[in-house]
C-alpha cells in the first residue's frame, strides 16, 4: 500500500510540476515501414488517395512499379462501373531513387453524400471506394499535422477512421521522408485504407521540402509529384497554396514555405482570394498553416514561417473574419482564444495547433511558464481534432488525444461563426 501511495504521491508532484493536466504520457512507440506489397499481391496499384477538385469532382491518384493505365472506372454500385477516366502520369528522379509511375485521374461530376466504387488501372483484384463530402451542412472534418510513421500513426489513423468524418486537413509535414525516398512510399501505403476514402486535402510542411544543396536544388520534388492539389481551380499558380470550398466552408491552404512577403504571389493570390468569398454561400472560413503564429510551447519559438508570415499576412485574415487557423509543427495541442496582433480579440480567428499525429520526433514536452492568458488548453500529446459544422453559426471542436491507444476527448468547445456576429460584420 505504502508503495503505491507514494507512486501516487510522486505522479501528483509530477502533474503539479509540469503544470498540465493530469495525464500519464505513455512512451514512444517504434518507427513503422510498410514495404511493397508485389510479392503478396499481383495488384499494380498501391498508394492510392484522393482529394477534392471543385464541388464536385475528384481526384484520384495511384502508383504502379511499372507502366499501367491511367484509367479509373467508377459507379454507384460494388463491381458495376458506368464511368470512366483517363489521366496523367508522371515519376520523378531524387539522387539515385526513381519514382513509380505516379497516376492522377479526375472524376466526377459525382453525387454529394454518395459512396462510390472504383477500381485503378483497369485491376479487378482490388475495389475501393469513397464517399463523397456533403454539399450543406453539418459536415465533420479531421484535422492532424505531423503525421508521420510510427505506430503512434497507427493509433491516429485508427480514431481517425472511427470519427465518421468527411474531409481531412493536414496542414504539413506529412511522410517525415526526410530525402530517403523509400519512406514516402510507405506513408503512402500506410494511409491508403482512409485515404482512398475520403478526401485528404493537404499542403507543406517543412519535411516536404527535401532541398539538398548542389545534388538536388528543386524543393518539393517528391510532395508535389506525389500529393497534386487542386490549385489552379482557385486561380493559385503554386501547389503550395490553394483554396477550396466545401459544404458551406472556404478553406484556405497556406504555405508557410514558400514566399509569403507582400510583393510574393502568395500575398497576392490570398488577397484575391478573400475578396472572392460569398460569406452567404460559405459562412465559415478555416485557414491552415504550418508553422503556427501562436504557440506557447518552448518549441519553435522565433521561427520566420511563423513570425514573418504572421507580420505579413495576419491582418488580411482578420479583416477577412477568418474563423479558425490550425497549425502543424509543434508536436502538441494547444488551442488560444479569439486574437489578433497578439491580444484577445472577438473578431480574430481561432489558432489552434493540432502537430501531434505522432512522427518519430516525439513530442514537444514544454511550455513557456506562465501560460499566457490567450491561451486556453495545451496538452502534448498524440492524437487529432475534429470540426463538425454543424449549420452556418455553430460549429464544434473537438481534440482526441491517444491515450494508451484509446480516443479520449480532453478539449471541446463550441464555436459561433464570426459572419453570424454582428459587432464583427465588414
Ligand atoms: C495498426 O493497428 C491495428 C490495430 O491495432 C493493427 O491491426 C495493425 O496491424 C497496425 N498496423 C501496423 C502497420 O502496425
Ligand atoms: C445551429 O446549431 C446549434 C447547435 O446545435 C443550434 O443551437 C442552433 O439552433 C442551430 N441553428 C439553426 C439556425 O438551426
Ligand atoms: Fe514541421
Known sequence: MAGIRGVLLLSIFAVVVAGVLSYERPPPRKNLFIPRRRLLSSSPEQQVHISLVGVNKMRVSWITDGDAPST?????????????????????????????????????????STVYYYRCSQDSSREFNFKTPPSQFPIKFAVVGDLGQTEWTNSTLQHIGQSNYDLMLLPGDLSYADFWQPLWDSFGRIIEPLASQRPWMVTEGN????????????????????????????????????????AGVHVIML???????????????????LAKIDRKRTPWIVGNIHAPWYNSNTA??????????????????????????????VHAYERFTRVYKGKEDNCGPIHITVG??????????????????????????????????????????????????????????????LSSDHACKV
Do not use: C
Not at 490549385?231 to 483554396?243: I, Q, R
Open 72 to 112: 479509373v472506372e467508377y459507379g454507384t454500385s460494388p463491381r458495376k462501373y458506368k464511368f470512366s477516366a483517363t489521366g496523367t502520369t508522371t515519376s520523378y528522379r531524387y539522387l539515385l531513387y526513381k519514382s513509380g509511375q505516379i497516376h492522377d485521374v479526375i472524376i466526377g461530376p459525382l453525387k454529394p
Open 207 to 246: 519535411h516536404e521540402i527535401e532541398k539538398i544543396p548542389l545534388l538536388h536544388s528543386t524543393p518539393f520534388t517528391a510532395y508535389n509529384a506525389r500529393w497534386r492539389m487542386p490549385f489552379e481551380e482557385s486561380s493559385s499558380t503554386s501547389n503550395l497554396y490553394y483554396s477550396f470550398e466545401v
Open 255 to 273: 504555405g508557410s514555405y514558400t514566399d509569403f512577403d507582400p510583393n510574393s504571389d502568395q500575398y497576392k493570390w490570398l488577397l484575391s482570394d
Open 300 to 329: 519553435h519559438q522565433g521561427e520566420s514561417e511563423s513570425d514573418d508570415m504572421k507580420k505579413f499576412m495576419e491582418e488580411l485574415l482578420y479583416k477577412a473574419r477568418v474563423d479558425i487557423v490550425f497549425a502543424g509543427h
Open 356 to 417: 501531434g499525429g505522432g512522427n518519430r520526433e516525439g513530442l514537444a514536452m514544454n511550455y513557456i511558464d506562465p501560460k499566457p492568458e490567450i491561451s486556453l488548453f495545451r496538452e502534448a500529446s498524440f492524437g487529432h481534432g475534429q470540426l463538425e459544422v454543424v449549420n452556418k453559426t455553430h460549429a464544434l471542436f473537438t481534440w482526441h488525444r491517444n491515450q494508451d491507444g484509446v480516443a479520449v476527448v480532453s478539449d471541446s468547445v463550441w464555436l459561433k461563426s
